[in-house]
């Protein structure tokens, strides 16, 4: 019935498409889990078929997820159960079994990590390095996701001989340089001071993007990056305003390059109005050029995203390199973007099903949330007998409407009013049910009542 409500709101014709025609929907729709786990090595097999490539459209939105990960509970638990010398080991302070699973104390810590045996660990390094959630990052940050979760017995050298031989970081990556590292101004909190790179151009894409606005918090190097069509500062300042300011609040400086879109009237305009400095990175860091080395990242990123795929789908990654970096230790701060801004790091698929086991500490935090949530709850939804006021004859109401939408008239109940009234009361029928309104009046149960709230006293007369 919901449903029903739900599609008035669409104008839209219903057609049957046979399974054939229909391949990835159909596939999507099937748990992978169903078949695992005879051949659990080889994830290909939820893919659709290879066919010749669909001619792309402008505004056919594209199915552009993730690649399917491994449900990493379940095969853990299942390469961990293989392994003889593995399910041998006695529990102790240092290793116990939860879940199926056998974990590790992280020394002097309460966090527990999964031990990993070893016809896994390949699987497991890709997993964190090759894979879509990773991106490809380097030896020291490869390890660093490993061991929010896994270890094992030379955890450290695998990694490191496993990036070291990675083809793709070879071709994709620069070659390093000593990083600069003098600031002249220290940004002291997130979204304090924001960095505004603009990249490109590149190849127009379907949805009409040309270029790549990167918009960097400098404090936490948290990046927000929004593929663009045109260049201008009034299109970077919407762009700013609804979705990164209104997000994050509002900065104290914007940091550009010389670029004419930031030397004009618009642009002072707009940072007048969001009183934030506007600064260049002449002046922030006058020694370096901050700007080529926030870009890199990003192009590195786009590069290895791009292998094998076609240039002008590159608008279509941007959301995934993004995870990657929100997700990555970053050298200057010592932690990933996402633990400085949020608290936490951004889970990959299935991640959750381990998160619960693996930190005690933070689980016993989230329980005092929990508790206190569920006494907030009992306190403002507790049983209607208490809480629902009890109304007069003749007293001021508002009633709570129910509009359905209608897909003809431009209308949508979501966005209508909520109350109608003031009406008063005509009838108590019995506990809880009243009649309202004008003439006959409607019966109306207390749950869709509220009383009108009284005036606020005007100041006393003197
Ligand atoms: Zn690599």
Redesign the pocket.
Known sequence: MRWALLLQEFSFKVEHCPGKDNELPDLLSRNPQEDAPADLGDTDRIYAPEQTPPVREKQTPQLNLFEAAKDPLEWIRHQQQQDAELQAMAESPQVRRRDGLIWKRRPGTNKWRIIVPVNARDDLLRQH??ADTAG?PGANETLRQVQRKYTWPGVAKDTSDF?RA????KE?KKYRVLPHTTSAHRPEKPWDTVALDLMGPYPLTADGNKCLLVVTDLFSRWVEAFPIAATDATTIAVKLENQVFTRWGFPRAILTDNGTQFSGKAWASACKTWQAYQWTTAMYRPQANPTERRNQEVKTALR?HLKGRPHVEWDLQIPKILFQLRNRKNAATGKSPAELLLGRDLLLPGEWKISRQFDEEREASFERVRQHQAKYQQKYVGDDTRLAPNFQVGELVYVRTSPFSKASKDFCAGLALRWEGPFPILRVVKDGIYVVGKGKGMTVHVSRIKPVEEKHPGPAKK
């Open positions: 390095h090759d490809h990036v990675c083809t793709t970081c994709a290895i």
